[in-house]
């Protein structure tokens, strides 16, 4: 791959990783999303918005030390990839939360953006994962609990 088509390549991932194109952004969910509706379930429905918003910071944050980080030891599944309270633990969690994500967002961006890293090539640790693979898992990763969430949003009447 010549260097204008990774270039291009690394654009489309960052344009889908932000939620352009096909899929709802971060941003546009959580905005205006009510505090009420932090901890709340619809009926029928296996998660709070908080569950979902948690479960997506902590996947994304372990997505992101895998790529970056050799030594990164993810946390044990499924439990470790979950809140153990379905709504916020204090009044700043769930902006912390949103902060945090939203950070390593940026970072993951940064990776993928730089020519240095190869999409391509393997990582030296894992089993075979590739830069562009963690790309793919993210995105789709994200986009499916985005729905989720904006649905818990668009269900919840004040």
């Known amino acids: 791959m010549n260097t204008d088509e990774s270039v291009k390549m690394r654009l489309m991932l960052v344009d889908a990783l932000r939620g352009h194109q096909a899929h709802i952004d971060f941003d546009s ?23 979902l918003l948690e479960h997506m910071r902590i996947a994304q944050w372990d997505i992101l030390e895998f790529s970056r980080n050799a030594k990164h030891k993810s946390p044990e599944w499924p439990e470790g990839y979950w809140p153990k309270t379905e709504a916020p633990p204090n009044a ?14 940026r970072e993951f961006n940064k990776l993928v953006q730089d020519l240095q890293n190869k999409l391509l090539a393997p990582f ?31 269900s919840y009447r004040p």
């Open 92 to 105: 700043g969690a769930w902006e912390d939360s949103v902060k945090n994500f939203q950070r390593d967002a």
């Open 124 to 154: 030296e640790h894992g089993d075979g994962q590739t830069l562009f693979r963690e790309a793919l898992l993210l995105i789709c990763h994200n986009s499916y609990h985005l729905g989720q969430l904006m649905f818990v949003k668009k």
């Open 29 to 51: 969910v959580i905005e205006d999303f009510h505090a009420e509706a932090y901890g709340w379930k619809p009926p029928g429905s296996p998660h709070t918005a908080w569950q």
